[in-house]
């Protein structure tokens, strides 16, 4: 079994994956991030690079805590929402962790919310957390 979190480098995801390592930690789980991004041609080789160095400091964190975990970049073209309930649903994953952050109804209706998706479909709990 596993914990699953979703991370991007901002303040809710970064929130996302303190809880989620506080909560493998208590459980003794391995802990699974896994940063997605639907790649094409808006995903360039320096924002490519930028994210790897960002997810080598995440490594590197989780290392120094001496957590067993897993660190997953997924540019394969699906929404985050589908990377992270597949990875989950591969895991057995005890639940997902994922980062809120405030959205205007119009946001969500244009750009839709990945992690409205994930709360609805994922066959796991879901835990929500909103940056510090």
Request: proline content about 1%; glycine content about 8%.
């Given at each position: 079994m596993a914990i699953v979190v979703g991370y991007v480098a901002?303040?809710?995801?970064?929130?996302?994956?303190?809880?989620?390592?506080?909560?493998?930690?208590?459980?003794?789980?391995?802990?699974?991030?896994?940063?997605?991004?639907?790649?094409?041609?808006d995903f360039d080789a320096n924002e490519a690079s930028q994210f790897e160095?960002?997810?080598?400091?995440?490594?590197?964190?989780?290392?120094?805590?001496?957590?067993?975990?897993?660190?997953?970049?997924?540019?394969?073209?699906?929404?985050?929402?589908?990377?992270?309930?597949?990875?989950?649903?591969e895991e057995k994953a005890d639940f997902i962790v994922i980062g809120l952050r405030r959205r205007s109804p119009v946001g969500k209706l244009i750009l839709g919310s990945n992690a409205q998706r994930i709360l609805l479909d994922a066959s796991c709990p879901v835990l929500a957390v909103k940056g510090d």
């Open positions: 901002t303040k809710e995801g970064r929130a996302a994956l303190k809880r989620a390592a506080d909560e493998c930690v208590l459980r003794g789980t391995k802990l699974v991030v896994i940063s997605s991004h639907r790649g094409g041609k160095t960002e997810l080598e400091r995440v490594q590197s964190m989780l290392e120094d805590k001496g957590l067993e975990h897993e660190v997953r970049q997924l540019v394969r073209g699906n929404d985050p929402a589908e990377d992270l309930i597949s990875v989950a649903e």
